[in-house]
């Protein structure tokens, strides 16, 4: 039987999340207390057991057509003793049916690793979304040109300023934004930005990668390599991996359900 989840499903979604992805418990602690929802959650069960299961998280995305609702699906997985069975496809199927019902336009998704870009490629799905990564080497000197700062809440009116705005890409709601801010304060470096005569240049959501590394998993604005160098010397790192908007590398998927042509586009801190 494939439903939504409710409250009673708790124990049972987490158990299946822990087997499906173990390894990051300070993870899986924020996300199920700050951003799960039952009322998301599509479970498929049988004789009371849960087998399979996915997140269908609301978004709105900039295309062709304009700004339309869609989902991204998010912690798609299946039980190891009921693999193979087809659970996946019927659940994506499902959560198909619901999106046309629902008035939404496409499914997105993130594989989480490169084969899985062919296993989705069945259900319609076609690459479309895309970063450019590159490695930063701490330089000798820490002078930036500019302020570097801790950013907030405050500052999230400025980071939309800086955000992609044209061809397709996803769009922030303030909830989106805020809700990334506090996973990168509470599990990552942090959120920073650099400032020249006042004015926001360049921002960085930022990981620590190893020892002796940082991970900028979205950086954007006109002066990120100064920005990096800054958050280099700050955190004592001495190299920074910096993933932007661009066309370089893959990183996500879409199944649109209706005839739009499908573009290159944008989107990251989807929880990836």
């Known amino acids: 039987m494939i439903r939504f989840a409710q409250d009673r499903d708790f124990d049972a979604v987490l158990a299946l999340w822990k087997r499906c992805f173990p390894g990051d418990e300070a993870f899986t602690q924020w996300f199920f207390h700050h951003r799960f929802r039952p009322a998301e959650t599509l479970l498929d069960e049988e004789d009371g057991a849960l087998c399979a299961m996915l997140q269908m998280l609301p978004y709105r995305l900039r295309d062709a057509r304009g700004m339309r609702p869609v989902t991204y699906i998010y912690g798609a997985c299946t039980a190891p003793e009921c693999r193979r069975q087809h659970r996946m496809d019927r ?4 959560s198909f049916a619901l999106d046309r019902q629902m008035g939404r336009a496409a499914s997105i998704l993130i594989p989480q690793e490169e084969w899985l870009f062919g296993f989705y490629d069945q259900f319609g799905y076609q ?6 990564t590159q490695t930063i080497e701490r330089a000798a000197s820490a002078d930036c040109g500019g302020a570097l700062c801790r950013l907030t809440e405050r500052d999230i009116a ?4 800086l955000y992609p705005d044209g061809g397709m890409c996803l769009l922030r709601s303030d909830g989106d934004w805020r809700a990334q801010l506090a996973l990168f304060e509470a599990l990552g470096a942090g959120v920073f930005g650099l400032r020249r005569a006042g004015r926001l240049t360049a921002y960085a959501f930022v990981w620590r990668d190893g020892a002796d590394g940082l991970l900028a998993q979205e950086a954007c604005g006109a002066e990120v390599p100064a920005l990096a160098q800054a958050v280099l010397h700050t955190c004592g790192c001495a190299r920074m991996r910096v993933t932007a908007p661009g066309a370089g590398q893959k990183l996500g998927c879409i199944r649109y359900h209706d005839d739009t042509p499908v ?7 989807m929880f990836n």
């Open 91 to 94: 659940l994506l199927a499902h």
């Open 158 to 161: 400025e980071m939309q300023a």
């Open 127 to 132: 690459t479309a979304f895309f970063v450019d």
């Open 263 to 269: 573009r290159r586009g944008y989107f990251n801190l």
